[in-house]
Nanobody, 125 residues
Framework: QVQLVESGGGSVQAGGSLRLACAAS????????MGWFRQAPGKEREGVAA???????SYADSVKGRFTISKDNAKDTLYLQMYNLKPEDTAVYYC???????????????????GGQGTQVTVSS
């Protein structure tokens, strides 16, 4: 069964930091690819970061150098550490997983086989 539950969203000022967490079921966590995508009001979904089962990672140009995706295998949890947040990072952030190895993991995609309910991140100037 697939379960992806995000937490850690909130409101911060520009320049601040947040760490998002995604508690995953074992079935979801064993996916060949996991990632984060976001959607802001009136905008299309944007793939933010991805991590493949081999540990390789990729990032959208808009967040490269500011965001870090990681996994904690002991907790079946996916993380997104966000530094130097900007107002344009404001969006609902979704944790996602894909168990189809033939679908490329990199660069980050705006859609996956499975997704969570999302967590709101609001960055004020």
């Amino acid at each position: 069964q697939v379960q992806l539950v995000e937490s850690g969203g909130g409101s911060v000022q520009a320049g601040g930091s947040l760490r998002l967490a995604c508690a995953a079921s074992r079935y979801a966590y064993s996916s060949s690819c996991m990632g984060w995508f976001r959607q802001a009001p009136g905008k299309e979904r944007e793939g933010v970061a991805a991590i493949k089962s081999d540990g390789s990672t990729s990032y959208a140009d808009s967040v490269k150098g500011r965001f870090t995706i990681s996994k904690d295998n002991a907790k079946d949890t996916l993380y997104l550490q966000m530094y130097n947040l900007k107002p344009e990072d404001t969006a609902v952030y979704y944790c996602a997983a894909d168990r189809r190895p033939w679908v490329g993991c990199h660069p980050p995609r705006p859609s996956y086989e499975y997704g969570g309910q999302g967590t709101q991140v609001t960055v004020s100037s």
